[in-house]
């Protein structure tokens, strides 16, 4: 086969009213000129698009119709007799035209558009190339979504004229055999000459990638095979020898094999020549866990849907998926799921060399149908069928392509998704099936032609295997509503289907905007959604406080996504996860969910070394009720290991210690222990007195597997067992901003008001964890099934060094500690109070709505000072972390410290805390008396 490129310029035309078919545009010279491969988006085709999208990112030059490409095209000399192929990579719906003749049309969105011209007389053609970027049978998915990769319009990757042989070799499919040793190859011999021919067949091993043991020479193989007009199928064995090397996520070695075909028909020869590359892999079960080659896998995996900003479209290049997935490497990643899309070639080869394991999916969100069912589609139902097996025919060598669905929470007929499952597996058993992600989520269940099930809950209504919700999706994950520990997992969720569960879409906690992403936007792709956002927060009066809110909420996500791996790796015989995601999503709403940005650059929230302590192949973990404790008690946990690595662990210990700074409270050393490949093993405990804790701290728990550089880390809070939390005579404490408290702030008292939740006027409920997904598109989803929304908050923003919390130690964003209060509050809505009043902890808005938020806020009220706290502590002071911030806000309160500067009025408290009472600033108070403890 001969190969010339056609890449470079061609000829254009733009046709956004789909006029060109009718008026035969592929009979003129087109005018404009257009650099391919490449889109019209990355050519400023078009006119320029002044939209400001605010759910997903704007295109620049969008165009949704037809788009005519056009070059002249030579067959040389020596062509002559050879079948002609035109060879697109990547593309849209396209009809193709030679001259004035048609040469069809092909609509594939995932796999190659190969065009089959017969042989051709040399000389100049003009070849004509009609993209529709418009006409899908169905809808793509995240192919050819706004949200992700855009609809692009144009030709990417290779574009090609190829000369073939008459008699040639195609469609090679290597099915590898680890336990014989040998790969079996299957692929069609075509004979175009209409005669038959004696042909022999070599295979010769060319190459081999990646580091490898194997010290057996390559040998050839030679069968001779009868060769008859048309295509036949042939299959043969190829032995590797018996020191084969495996491929997999920590051995990803390739072999090549070159076939070479000499054949004679007619006293004529032809000679061909091919080559398929592959790896020895086996991709399978073992009850509820993953395998590969006999190797127990954990699939630490990340949602993909190919958004690459700068080109609208994924990489076409091995060099940049290196990039890319070397990226995701770095923070544990070894497996990609790929919502409703298929990535390129590149992608496998790079998945290929790297020992990624990818699950495409078919481009497909929505539902199957059953043929006697009143609105079948046959044609979608056709598409979708023929996509799959075209995917399957492209990508199938590749060692990477482990996994395959038929899409993101599909519904409808059963039947139909099975019998495509059974079908595609007949096809091609290299690799394990499922019928989609998140099927019937609303009432899930698993098929058992499923190999795997992708779910986030097990059963309806509950059996959760992720620890966060949308408020669409009650109930909500632990995460988000129970009091915090290390010790949950979803083990008594997990019904016995026999097969492995990965948990679908897990995490999905936002953090803020940063506006100086908005520069890095230099392709077809502006971020003019973050210049409202930005514009908004202005005209809030926070935009300086932007920076803070982006650090302060990544850092809550980063704990939450902690927690939510943790427990995933907590469960024993568990299938892995799925994150959505470790970047950013750019659309639906635009979902900021990602400790990377979208263009997989990191956002500073966390290091990746950091970030592989509890998402790597080995994990240790310590598992303990609660986070916070009193000097009087014990700490204990209980620690293991999770061991997905390559090889089973013996003489494992663990050393742990427990500091406070850089003091050492405790330390220890574990049992000695071996650790079984593809186990949750215990490997000890810890038990440590905290009575050397004198003052109020943060203790940092290390694990550390001895002899190694694998650590954990963990934070846990002590605080006195007995502290005042009675208000000295200075200071006077209110629930409720009645005529009591005015007239104590009018005559210059110290006021501490905690807050009452009920008579709140002006507030958004408490939460701890970051918003899900993102605020705008949940929101209108609760509102469409009459359900309140999510409190939408990312966090808090405290003012750490403030002296409010001198006896309460605390970092300027969330920690665990701070659970019980943010969960019993009601955050201060204070758009209306004066710019300069700035909360000592302020709770962070979404984008949308940009509420000037408070916790706590101070203030000069008449004479006096008033420190609010709109968490209800009184009620949580059985928590040893409220006892003791309401202990902290009563010595900063009664202190000299307690000075507030900025002055509020009576009316402007009152619209947040009362509205309904009457003011009477000078009122006498009669003979109440201000008792040191907590009015009603």
């Not at 000295?728 to 009452?756: K, M, T, W």
């Not at 923003?797 to 130690?809: G, I, R, S, Y």
């Not at 009477?920 to 009015?935: D, F, L, T």
Request: proline fraction near 5%; glycine fraction near 8%; hydrophobic fraction near 35%.
């Amino acid at each position: 086969m001969v190969i010339e490129s056609i890449a470079g310029s061609w000829r254009f035309r733009l046709d956004a009213s789909k006029q060109g078919i009718e008026n035969q545009y592929f009979k003129e010279r087109l005018s404009d000129g257009i650099q391919l491969p490449g889109t019209t988006a990355e050519s400023k085709k078009g006119d320029y698009n002044t939209a400001r999208e605010i759910a997903h990112l704007t295109e620049t030059h969008p165009l949704s119709g037809y788009a005519w490409y056009q070059r002249d095209i030579h067959i040389k000399e020596e062509w002559a007799g050879k079948p002609i192929r035109l060879y697109m990579e990547r593309t849209r719906v396209t009809q193709v035209w030679i001259g004035e003749e048609w040469k069809g049309t092909q609509n594939s969105v995932s796999a190659p558009h190969v065009y089959e011209f017969g042989a051709m007389s040399p000389g100049t053609y003009t070849l004509t190339v009609l993209v529709d970027n418009s006409g899908l049978p169905i809808k793509g998915g995240h192919m050819t979504s706004p949200d992700t990769q855009t609809n692009w319009n144009g030709l990417l990757g290779r574009i090609e004229i190829q000369a073939l042989e008459p008699i040639r070799m195609e469609n090679i499919q290597a099915f590898p055999d680890i336990a014989k040793k040998s790969v079996r190859l299957r692929f069609n011999v075509l004979n175009d000459t209409g005669l038959p021919a004696g042909a022999y067949i070599s295979i010769t091993l060319s190459d081999m990638i990646g580091e490898s043991e194997s010290s057996d020479k390559p040998r050839e193989m030679t069968t001779m095979i009868h060769s008859v007009p048309g295509s036949q199928t042939v299959e043969m064995k190829y032995k590797l020898g018996e020191r084969i090397a495996l491929w997999g996520e920590f051995t990803p070695v390739l072999y090549r094999l070159r076939m070479s075909l000499e054949a004679t028909a007619s006293g004529k020869s032809f000679h061909d020549e091919r080559s398929v590359t592959f790896g020895m892999r086996q991709f399978g079960t073992e009850g509820t866990q993953f395998t590969n080659n006999g190797r127990k896998v954990f699939l630490r995996g990340k949602h993909d849907a190919l958004a690459f900003p700068l080109t609208g479209y994924a990489p076409m290049s091995v060099e940049e998926w290196v990039r890319v997935l070397s990226i995701a490497k770095s923070y544990g990643i070894n497996h990609y799921r790929f919502h409703t899309c298929c990535p390129p070639e590149a992608g496998f080869a790079a998945a290929d060399l790297l020992g990624v394991y990818f699950e495409p999916e078919l481009p497909y969100w929505g539902a199957f149908q059953d043929p006697e069912d009143e609105e079948y589609d046959e044609a979608k139902a056709e598409y979708l069928r023929e996509e799959g097996l075209r995917i399957l025919e492209a990508y199938g060598n590749h060692p990477s392509f482990a996994l395959f669905t038929l899409g993101n929470e599909l519904h409808g007929s059963r039947k139909a998704m099975t019998d495509l499952l059974k079908e595609y597996r007949e096809r091609d058993g290299r690799r394990l099936y499922a019928e989609g992600a998140n099927n019937y989520f609303w009432a899930p269940s698993f098929t058992e032609e499923s190999d795997f099930w992708v779910t986030m809950r097990t059963g309806h209504g509950g059996s959760m295997v992720r620890a966060s919700f949308s408020h669409a999706d009650l109930p909500l994950g632990h995460v988000q509503a129970s009091y915090p520990s290390t010790e949950n997992d979803y083990r008594l969720n997990l019904p016995d289907i026999g097969a492995p569960i990965v948990s679908h879409e897990i995490g999905q906690y936002q953090s803020f905007p940063n506006f100086g992403e908005i520069d890095k936007y230099v392709g077809v792709l502006q971020a003019r959604n973050f210049e409202v956002f930005r514009e908004r927060l202005a005209n809030a009066g926070m935009l300086e406080q932007a920076d803070d809110f982006f650090r302060a909420s990544g850092q809550l996500a980063v704990l939450c996504y902690r927690e939510e791996i943790e427990a995933a790796l907590r469960t024993p015989g568990f299938g892995g996860f799925q994150l959505l995601d470790l970047q950013d999503f750019p659309g639906q709403g635009t979902a900021l969910v990602g400790i990377l940005d979208a263009f997989m650059d990191s956002k500073g929230f966390i290091e990746p070394e950091q970030w592989r302590e509890f998402c790597s192949e080995i994990v240790l973990l310590a598992r303990f009720p609660r986070y916070t404790y009193t000097e009087d008690e014990t700490f204990e946990a209980h620690l293991e290991m999770a061991n997905y690595g390559a090889n089973e662990l013996s003489d494992v210990q663990l050393e742990w210690s427990l500091k406070q700074g850089d003091q050492l409270i405790e330390a220890g050393v574990t049992e000695v222990t071996d650790v079984g490949q593809g186990e949750l093993a215990s490997v000890g405990g810890i038990r440590a007195e905290l009575s050397a804790v004198k003052v109020p701290a943060k203790l940092e728990l290390e694990l550390k597997w001895k002899g190694s550089a694998i650590t954990n880390h963990y934070p846990i809070w002590v605080y006195p067992a007995e502290v005042d939390t009675k208000p000295d005579n200075s200071v006077h404490v209110r629930r409720r901003l009645d005529q009591e408290a005015c007239d104590l702030l009018a005559e210059g008292g110290r006021v501490l008001l905690i807050a009452d939740q009920e008579p709140l006027s002006s507030h958004i409920d408490g939460s701890f964890a970051s918003d899900f997904w993102c605020y705008p598109m949940f929101r209108s989803i609760c509102e469409g099934k009459d359900a309140p929304p999510a409190p939408g908050t990312l966090g808090i923003l405290c003012d750490e060094q403030h002296p409010a919390f001198k006896a309460f130690p605390t970092e300027f964003h969330n920690n665990w500690q701070w659970w019980p209060m943010l969960m019993n509050s009601h955050s201060l809505i204070l758009d209306d109070w004066p710019s300069e009043i700035r909360p000592i902890v302020q709770v962070i808005d979404n984008f949308e709505r940009n509420h000037k938020l408070g916790l706590i806020v101070e203030a000069k009220v008449g004479q006096g000072g008033l420190l609010i706290c709109a968490s209800d502590l009184i009620g949580q002071r059985h928590k040893p972390e409220a006892r003791q911030l309401l202990h902290s806000l009563l010595q900063y309160a009664a202190s000299d410290e307690f000075n507030p500067s900025e002055e509020l009025s009576f009316e402007q408290l009152r619209s947040v805390l009362d509205p309904n009472a009457a003011i009477e600033r000078h009122s006498h108070r009669g003979e109440a008396v201000i008792n040191p403890s907590y009015p009603n």
